[in-house]
T-cell receptor, first 116, second 108 residues
């Protein structure tokens, strides 16, 4: 089946530093990838839509200068949390939309970010 | 904004009992998926049901979809303690929207 990976799975960083999270589709091409954020005991919140070769589309309320998204290839999207603060601590999950398959998305395992 | 809404928000049952969770949504969909999430872990895809399907089975899981009522249900039969987790429905159209989830606790 379709597999999506994320790296790292866990990261702890100090306040003010930047952290990059990678999302890869391992056995299929993904023109579109999505980034979600999940707070404890809550559902996933869509942050942005990442399209290969173009700028990401951010959901209302999500700071695009703080959460930089790059979709450099059909199998890789990255999310960079810039100047991280403790309130950015969260679980970040990506999903990849299989190119050519109607509305099929596959989720990565998530990245736990802790900002101290 | 969230699309799917699950109910109940929390469900506690004994091992061996069946668990039923419901999901309602608001807009047209292409398919609906159910996911499981153990505490602090990522999502695990359980089952996908397309808008032209009414029922689907996978092991102890049974999913129904009623597009006229914009609702779906997930039935877990003969539950086990290991089924304890949060269950989310997700609707797929131009993007994917998640509900708040149902927290299922199966007591041994």
């Amino acid at each position: 089946g379709a597999v999506v990976s994320q790296h790292p799975s866990r990261v702890i960083c100090k306040s003010g530093t930047s952290v990059k999270i990678e999302c890869r589709s391992l056995d299929f091409q993904a023109t579109t990838m999505f980034w979600y954020r999940q707070f404890p005991k809550q559902s996933l919140m869509l942050m942005a839509t990442s399209n290969e070769g173009s700028k990401a589309t951010y959901e209302q309320g999500v700071e695009k200068d703080k959460f930089l998204i790059n979709h450099a290839s059909l199998t890789l999207s990255t999310l960079t949390v810039t100047s991280a603060h403790p309130e950015d601590s969260s679980f970040y999950i990506c999903s990849a939309f299989r190119t050519g398959a109607t509305y099929e998305q596959y989720f990565g395992p998530g990245t736990r970010l802790t900002v101290t | 904004s969230q699309q799917g809404e699950e109910d109940p928000q929390a469900l506690s049952i004994q091992e061996g009992e069946n668990a039923t969770m419901n999901c309602s949504y608001k807009t047209s969909i292409n398919n609906l998926q159910w996911y499981r999430q153990n505490s602090g872990r990522g999502l695990v895809h359980l089952i996908l049901i397309r808008s032209n399907e009414r029922e689907k089975h996978s092991g102890r899981l049974r999913v129904t979809l009623d597009t006229s009522k914009k609702s779906s249900s997930l039935l877990i039969t003969a539950s086990r303690a290991a089924d304890t987790a949060s269950y989310f429905c997700a609707t797929a159209g131009n993007d994917m929207r998640f509900g708040a989830g149902t927290r299922l606790t199966v007591k041994p």
